[in-house]
């Protein structure tokens, strides 16, 4: 029943937004700054993923709403720099003694890129990465402040961008009770544009636990679409995952739906 959700979410989400010429170029031109973390553009993504077969009886669900709120700054005629927040609001069933409801930690990335655009279509941003310990239940976050450096590289050509993403946590306070926190994450992407503002991503969002020796990697496939709603650009997305790997307890498959506010910089 979800798949045939999503198969008519997707199909309506294709028909959105088809109008003149100057709109569809607007449109691809956003595409392509979406499909780059670094575009010097403001947006206000909220992303819903589902996840199923975790627990214990391998019948749980795991339902997330994801707040991303990505800001680019000028740091001087040479550098920027872009703020990337990602806080989550929480509910599992069939997961843990009781369904449970929270908010999640919080993560604030902070990268510094060049501000020159690069002929060869090179992308790249360094900085730091921290851990804030918001959760409002113990089963949805470490109760650990975090630090460490986390990158992006990508390279973007027409209608190609092929990048990765990565950053290394480590916790440097907070409860003594919880468990230290060392975390490996590590995102490969590839988007490929297509018309009128389209596009399609494949990535991994593997992360690893140096602690417990454990891979978890979800392997995403989504579609997404630039449109208006009044004269708001918007982009819209839906998509599904495999978890390649995953703890003993872990989820087996998941979907997401998207929708991100796009302000662009002039």
């Known amino acids: 029943m979800r798949i045939r959700i999503l198969i008519g979410l997707i199909i309506a989400l294709a028909l959105v937004g088809r109008g003149s010429a100057a709109l569809a170029q607007s449109a691809d031109d956003l595409a392509k700054a979406t499909a780059n973390p670094l575009a010097s553009m403001i947006s206000l993504p909220f992303q819903y993923n589902f996840d199923y077969g975790a627990g214990p009886g391998g019948i749980g669900k795991s339902n997330s709403l994801r707040f991303q709120p990505v800001f680019p700054f000028r740091l001087t005629d040479d550098w920027n720099v872009i703020s990337r927040t990602v806080s989550t609001l929480n509910f599992a069933q069939d997961i843990f003694p009781h369904d449970t409801f929270g908010l999640g930690d919080t993560q604030e990335s902070l990268f510094f890129s060049p501000s020159a655009a690069n002929p060869d279509g090179i992308v790249w941003g360094i900085g730091p990465i921290f851990l804030l310990p918001t959760a409002s239940d113990p089963v949805f976050g470490t109760g650990k402040w975090g630090i460490g450096p986390t990158g992006i590289f990508l390279v973007q050509q027409e209608k ?50 140096w602690n417990a020796n454990q891979w978890t990697v979800p392997l995403n496939l989504t579609y997404s679409k630039v449109f208006t709603i009044g004269t708001q650009p918007v982009s819209g997305s839906l998509g599904i995952r495999k978890y390649l790997a995953a703890p003993p307890d872990g989820p087996d498959w998941g979907a997401r739906a998207g929708l991100s506010f796009l302000f662009p910089q002039k």
């Open 160 to 209: 190609l961008t092929v990048g990765i993403l990565a950053n290394q946590i480590w916790s440097v306070a907070g409860d003594p009770a919880r468990a230290d926190v060392n975390q490996l994450y590590v995102q490969p992407f590839v988007s490929y544009a297509l018309p009128e503002g389209q596009s399609v991503t494949a990535n991994l969002e593997a992360s690893y636990d």
